[in-house]
């Protein structure tokens, strides 16, 4: 390893796992920003959630490891090929399993929620993991509208969106257990929670893919993650958009910028190539109202694409960073330098749960960080 990955990694460890703020990471090995792995925990045709879920768990204990910084778990709802519904309680599994890394939400969509619910989940999962918790926030669903319907009941989907800022101060009241005097939750209190006497709480973070959770992240002075992966024409707007929102604040002297990015790497491009197409069939479904389980390489590679199929497929594959280890680096290189990025968080979504573990693993190698059988583990 270079003297700068050294060097590198000792302000990482002397700021603890979580960085000096519980929020700003340190690059490991010669990676240009901090890498971190953002779980979808995805659910391959022949395959079990049970297996998937596993395979979370190896992936957060690698990614401890390797000197990845944070590991998150996406909400999803309604969808066959994920199995990540219910964010706090996986967080609470991996939390069991790992003893450094940091955990998170990427997100929770609160709008499907209470806010004291969340406040009481993840005031719980701090209480079991001190100081590694990351409360990420959405406002979209993670679903269709049907769904979403269901999720928060009759007459509030068509709201739900524009009560967000209300939610998220309403939440950060619970999280700090502040409301005024004469406020109707005055004695309402989140527990685990201040009540029970000084305590520490999770970062909040603002999530999105658009301009308004970037704006109001900048506001509020917030770390903001961005949904690079499934949004990319908007990357570079809806960050120029926080940065130059962004008000200093107790939380942060400067903007902090996440980027979610789709990254798999194989020990073949030909391989890579195989396991992405798998991703991108099943988003087509998804897209086309057909959701499902993610097929296998051999039913992706058979798919009698249609041309407005190809056409799809191709654009979603262009912003997905894939091929040998070398070659990933290299495209995380060049998406670090173009967007500023402070962060990258790594979304490998394919068939295999082998590949996706063996991906981060590949990625680690490439970035020379720490080897999994060194004292870190």
Same mark, same amino acid.
């Given at each position: 390893?270079s *003297?700068?990955?050294?060097?590198?990694d000792?302000?990482q460890?002397a700021?603890?796992? +979580?960085?000096?703020?519980g929020? #700003?990471g340190?690059?490991r090995?010669?990676a240009?920003?901090?890498?971190?792995?953002?779980d979808?925990?995805t659910?391959?045709?022949?395959?079990?959630?049970?297996?998937? @879920?596993r395979?979370?768990?190896?992936?957060?204990?690698?990614?401890?490891s390797?000197?990845?910084h944070?590991?998150? $778990?996406? &909400?999803?709802?309604s969808?066959?090929?994920?199995?990540?519904?219910?964010?706090?309680?996986?967080?609470a599994?991996?939390?069991a399993h790992?003893?450094?890394?940091r955990?998170?939400?990427?997100?929770v969509?609160?709008?499907?929620?209470?806010?004291?619910? $969340?406040?009481?989940?993840?005031g719980? @999962?701090?209480?079991?993991? !001190?100081?590694?918790?990351?409360?990420?926030l959405?406002?979209a669903?993670?679903?269709?509208g049907?769904t979403?319907?269901?999720?928060?009941?009759p007459?509030?989907?068509?709201?739900?969106? &524009?009560?967000f800022?209300?939610q998220?101060?309403?939440?950060?009241?619970? =999280?700090?257990d *502040?409301?005024?005097?004469?406020?109707?939750?005055?004695?309402?209190?989140?527990?685990?929670g !201040?009540?029970?006497?000084?305590?520490? #709480?999770?970062?909040?973070?603002?999530?999105g893919?658009?301009?308004?959770?970037a704006?109001?992240?900048?506001?509020l002075?917030l770390?903001?993650?961005?949904?690079?992966?499934f949004s990319?024409?908007?990357?570079?707007?809806?960050?120029?958009?926080?940065?130059?929102?962004f008000? !200093?604040?107790? $939380?942060?002297?400067?903007?902090?910028?996440?980027?979610?990015?789709s990254?798999? /790497?194989a020990?073949t491009?030909?391989e890579?190539?195989?396991? $992405?197409?798998?991703? %991108?069939?099943?988003?087509?479904?998804? #897209?086309? +109202?057909?959701?499902?389980?993610?097929?296998?390489?051999?039913e %992706?590679? /058979?798919?009698?694409?249609?041309?407005?199929?190809? &056409?799809?497929v191709?654009?979603w594959?262009?912003?997905?960073?894939?091929?040998?280890? *070398?070659?990933?680096r290299?495209?995380?290189?060049?998406?670090? &330098?173009r967007?500023? %990025?402070?962060?990258?968080?790594l979304?490998?979504n394919?068939?295999?749960?082998?590949? #996706?573990?063996?991906?981060?693993? =590949?990625?680690?190698d490439?970035?020379e960080?720490?080897?999994?059988?060194? *004292?870190?583990?």
């Amino acid at each position: 390893m270079s *003297d700068a990955g050294d060097a590198r990694d000792a302000d990482q460890d002397a700021g603890g796992q +979580g960085g000096r703020d519980g929020i #700003r990471g340190t690059a490991r090995g010669r990676a240009p920003v901090p890498l971190s792995v953002l779980d979808l925990v995805t659910v391959g045709a022949g395959s079990t959630a049970h297996a998937s @879920l596993r395979t979370s768990v190896e992936i957060a204990r690698l990614a401890e490891s390797r000197g990845y910084h944070r590991h998150w $778990v996406a &909400e999803h709802h309604s969808m066959p090929g994920v199995a990540s519904s219910s964010p706090a309680v996986i967080l609470a599994h991996l939390a069991a399993h790992t003893s450094r890394i940091r955990l998170g939400s990427g997100g929770v969509m609160l709008p499907n929620h209470a806010p004291l619910a $969340v406040a009481e989940q993840f005031g719980t @999962l701090e209480a079991l993991a !001190p100081g590694r918790i990351d409360l990420g926030l959405g406002r979209a669903p993670g679903t269709d509208g049907r769904t979403a319907a269901a999720l928060r009941g009759p007459g509030r989907l068509d709201e739900a969106a &524009e009560e967000f800022p209300r939610q998220l101060a309403e939440l950060t009241r619970f =999280l700090d257990d *502040d409301f005024p005097d004469g406020h109707p939750y005055a004695r309402v209190h989140a527990v685990p929670g !201040p009540v029970q006497g000084p305590a520490g #709480r999770p970062p909040l973070w603002l999530l999105g893919s658009s301009g308004f959770s970037a704006r109001l992240a900048g506001e509020l002075g917030l770390p903001f993650a961005y949904a690079h992966h499934f949004s990319a024409a908007g990357t570079l707007p809806a960050l120029d958009l926080y940065r130059q929102s962004f008000r !200093p604040s107790v $939380v942060l002297d400067a903007p902090y910028a996440v980027i979610g990015v789709s990254a798999l /790497a194989a020990d073949t491009e030909a391989e890579a190539r195989a396991q $992405v197409l798998t991703g %991108a069939l099943s988003m087509l479904r998804l #897209r086309s +109202g057909r959701p499902g389980l993610v097929p296998t390489p051999q039913e %992706a590679a /058979a798919h009698p694409f249609s041309p407005l199929e190809r &056409e799809f497929v191709d654009g979603w594959l262009a912003n997905i960073v894939h091929g040998t280890a *070398d070659e990933v680096r290299t495209g995380l290189d060049e998406l670090a &330098e173009r967007t500023g %990025a402070d962060e990258l968080m790594l979304t490998a979504n394919a068939h295999s749960g082998a590949a #996706r573990l063996h991906s981060y693993g =590949l990625v680690a190698d490439a970035y020379e960080m720490p080897a999994a059988d060194s *004292d870190r583990t």
